[in-house]
């Protein structure tokens, strides 16, 4: 059986007073969240070490937004796989679409943050998805295959998480329909030699929507920005139906 992932993106957002107070909001509601749904809350940087003393022996397990490939270097503003391994971080998100586009991450870049990952003992969620522009052009499914091609060379399946996340829907409340992501976490499997995978979708998910994207067999789990900011939200979302 795939493992259910629901990772929260939280982005630019939460100061590590907000990031205790969302737990105390939120912890109490997963007594009863199925056993084997995996929690990831992916947080800044700032957050992560007391995020992750505060979840030791939870279930909750901390994530990071980006790695660098290096292990140490002259790259200032960047960190490294140990140094979130240190701290606790089990998960980082790679390649995020904000991360293409803002700051010039490109699939060979992707690559090298895999790896790097991995080396250290991280498991990795990759992000893949297209462009508005890209899916009126018919070419949703070259693109994506690519990204999974080029992202993926001399990955280790066993450790990976992949999040399909088209980009006009992220943070614009227009959710992909859900046979449409479906079908395109179908076509990312068929990629992929380790048919065992979580794929996740993302883009607007939010509580009135899970449980139909849910429902949707290739899905395996949920990468959630807006809606991972309010305890509630985000605890709806993983005790979905
Ligand atoms: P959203 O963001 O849920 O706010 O659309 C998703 C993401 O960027 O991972």
């Known amino acids: 059986m795939r493992r259910i992932v629901i990772a929260g993106n939280w982005k630019m957002h939460k100061t590590q007073a907000d990031s205790l ?9 997963l007594e009863a969240t199925p056993e084997h749904r995996e929690i990831i809350l992916c947080s800044p940087f700032t957050c992560l070490a007391s995020l992750s003393k505060t979840l030791h022996g939870s279930r909750v ?3 990071a937004q980006n790695v660098h490939w290096e292990s140490s270097g002259a790259y200032t503003g960047e ?6 391994t240190e701290i606790g971080v089990r998960y ?11 700051f010039g991450d490109t699939d060979e870049t992707v690559n090298l943050r895999l790896k790097a990952a991995q080396a250290e003992g991280l498991t990795p969620i990759l992000c893949v998805g297209e462009t508005k522009q890209q899916r009126d052009a018919g070419e949703t ?20 998480i992949i999040a399909y996340e088209p980009i006009w829907a992220i943070g614009t409340g227009d959710t ?18 380790n048919k ?25 789990g949920a990468l959630v920005g807006g809606a991972s900011l309010e305890a509630d939200d985000f605890a709806r979302l993983v005790n979905y139906q």
């Open 21 to 29: 107070e969302f737990l105390t909001g939120f912890l109490p509601q």
């Open 196 to 220: 065992n995978v979580p794929i996740q979708y993302g883009g607007s998910v939010k509580p009135t929507n899970m449980d139909e994207i849910m429902a949707q067999p290739e899905i395996d």
């Open 176 to 193: 992909c329909a859900s046979e449409e992501a479906n079908r395109v976490c179908w076509l990312i499997r068929s990629q992929l030699a």
């Open 79 to 84: 960190i490294s796989g140990e140094m979130l």
């Open 141 to 160: 499914e070259t693109h994506v295959v690519n990204q999974i091609k080029r992202g993926l060379v001399g990955v280790d399946q066993s450790k990976l």
């Open 61 to 63: 397990m901390v994530g």
């Open 92 to 102: 980082v998100i790679v390649g995020h679409s904000e991360r293409r586009e803002y």
